[in-house]
């Protein structure tokens, strides 16, 4: 019996969903296992509701038959049939989704770059896109290809927050750092008060490396005090360097001190974090959502994160060769007792 195309599409894009909103809800399983499937489960039929009303019912008749039984047999089953029909730019983009799902993101990047193929008009799919690219670079660089679908995007649907954001990223990447300061400087009215204070520290930063004032107070609008949601996630961090280590290695006065908070197991981007003098040390922090540096991803979003201080000579965020970080304390929000980091002490 041949199965048709539609009926193959619904059943591998049940599994998928299912399969993706374990994943994404997996925070979730902290507080039992019983919330976690009621909420899959309940989104799952949700969907499937919608579709009944809206899609072509015909289709999930016959689709429990073939029902892929894991995510990766579902993946397979989707490629197979983008093999047979592969203009299908929603295709595509989900076996994308998939990919990065089950951490593969150089194939998530290329099953990006075929749905752009087939839909280079489309802002979300182009920023989605270009994002992916980043995250298979070793380096969590944008290249040239990205940059170009951030700049298309824009160019489609101007203010686009997130294509906003990864362009300013790729230009300080490239070292035009006034640029990314001129490119993010438009979304400070654009996002609220807290993302407004972080997304502020960048462009200072950005100025600052091109040699420019910072700027003004008043250009931060709305900015104020941090919510209840950023005050029951603040994180409070105590920061020191290890006696023996400091007494055995001589560190260089410009040394930077980074604080950092990142999603565990997820991407190397953090999701809040602070910057200090060598000289501040020993110190405490207390991280919250105005810390994060991504409009997208915040601190109070998390159930849990990674933190960790990192020792840097070049001043730059982003890791270096030389740099030394302390051992990672993964946390559970919101956390009652400060976290104690000791860079140089061995694990």
Known sequence: MVIPTTAVFAALATAIALGVLGWVLWPLRRRGPWPWTAVVLLLGVGALAMYRLVG?????????????????????????????????????????????????????????ARAVQLAPDEPDLLVDAAESRALADPQRRFDAEAVAWLQHAIARQPGHPRATWFLGISQRQ??????????WEPLLGAVDAATARSLRVQIDEARAAAGMPPLPAAATPGAGGATAADASH???????????????????????????????????????????????LPLEVVLDDGDSPMPTQKLSALQEVEVFARLSASGNANRGEDDLESTPVRVALPATQPVELVIGRSP
């Open 56 to 112: 072509t019912p015909a289709g999930l008749q016959q689709a429990a038959a073939v029902a892929p039984q894991s995510l990766d047999a579902a993946v397979a089953e989707l490629k197979a049939e983008l093999e047979r029909n592969p203009a299908q730019p929603e295709g595509w983009a989900l076996l994308a989704r998939s990919q990065a799902a089950l951490g593969d993101p150089v194939a998530a990047r290329e099953a990006y």
């Open 234 to 280: 603040a994180l409070t961090v105590r920061v020191s360097l290890d006696p023996d280590f400091a007494a055995r290695v001589r560190l260089r006065g410009d040394t930077t001190v980074f604080v950092i908070a990142r999603m565990p197991g997820g991407p190397p981007m953090p999701v809040a974090v602070e910057r200090h003098a060598l000289q501040d």
């Open 174 to 183: 490239a070292g035009n750092h006034a640029e990314a300061a001129r490119t």
